[in-house]
């Protein structure tokens, strides 16, 4: 939900035994929502970094002494066709929205040493939240089963005051 | 409670609702639409931070369709500089109208607890 980065944030001050088993339910299942969410994300932005560190590799193997080598260039998935390593210090990299830039070897790689260490950053930052939020989530489910076990103990009571009146 | 007023008040309630569930698509609709623009936005930082650490000799193309076109770093750098101004102005937009449908979905959904309790107050005297 929109307001969830508002809402989660006023309702960790609030008390949350204070809350009815409604709300406790309703911020559960905001939770769990919020939760799958930062899953896919994750699991996205593991796919950018390999993505990126695979980009990385590639220029890694490149040798400096392999000008005019003969490489097998992919026209589709299954046919190449036979090429040959030109301007070995020439790479264009797509920086993303459109736009590419032109950089040497080196410059490249450092490109996707920093992508890779920027993605790794993102990781990090969305796991922290993962983690805090599996945390409140465990404590809104802790209030919940108290409560739960609260209102079934009253109504076996209820019916244990009701019994004996009705034999009597 | 007679039957006519019983039948109003249900009718009321159920105006409330559906209220309530049109609104909730709406925002369903705008909290997308937000997390699009934020991603933009994002991509556009990566790119505009890229733009920046290029001296003048790294040259930049872009891609119209399916061909490279080369650019003036420095426009480049103008043009994704204005595109963050605008994809910002168009997420704050769409926070605001988050936060008004919000509001509008607060009322509505209290004016429907009103109107269950007056039904259960209504079904009790009976």
Request: proline share 2%; aromatic share 6%.
């Amino acid at each position: 939900m929109a307001g969830t980065a508002n809402s989660s944030a006023k309702s960790e001050v609030i008390d949350l035994t204070k809350l009815s088993p409604d709300q406790l339910m309703q911020i559960k299942q905001e939770f769990d929502q919020e939760m799958s969410n930062i899953q896919d994300s994750l699991s996205t932005l593991h796919g950018c970094k390999a993505k990126y560190a695979g980009s990385k590799e590639a220029l890694e193997a490149f040798q400096p002494d392999w000008e005019n080598r003969q490489i097998l260039v992919p026209l589709t998935s299954s046919m190449y066709v036979p090429g040959r390593i030109k301007d070995l210090n020439n790479f264009v990299i797509d920086i993303g929205t459109g736009y590419y830039i032109e950089k040497d070897l080196e410059g490249s790689k450092d490109y996707f040493k920093r992508r890779v260490e920027y993605v790794q950053e993102q990781i990090e930052k969305i796991e922290k939240i993962h983690m805090q939020k599996a945390r409140f989530l465990n404590s809104v489910m802790g209030v919940l089963e108290v409560k739960q076990a609260a209102a079934v103990k009253m109504i076996q009571q209820q019916q244990q005051q009701q019994q004996p009146k009705q034999t009597a | 409670m007679d039957k006519n007023s019983a039948a109003a008040l249900y009718k009321k309630m159920q105006t409330e609702v559906e209220a309530y569930q049109g609104l909730q698509k709406s925002c369903v609709k705008v909290v997308k639409q937000r997390a699009m623009l934020e991603s933009q936005l994002n991509e556009n930082k990566c790119v505009l931070d890229e733009l920046n650490l290029l001296g003048a000799d790294n040259k930049v193309y872009k891609l119209f369709g399916p061909v490279l076109v080369k650019q003036e770093l420095e426009d480049s750098r103008q043009n994704v500089g204005k595109r963050i101004e605008y994809i910002s102005k168009e997420l704050n937009s769409s926070n605001n109208t988050l936060e008004s449908m919000e509001k509008d979905m607060h009322k509505h959904r209290e004016a429907v607890s009103k109107y269950q309790q007056q039904w259960q107050v209504a079904a009790a005297m009976k």
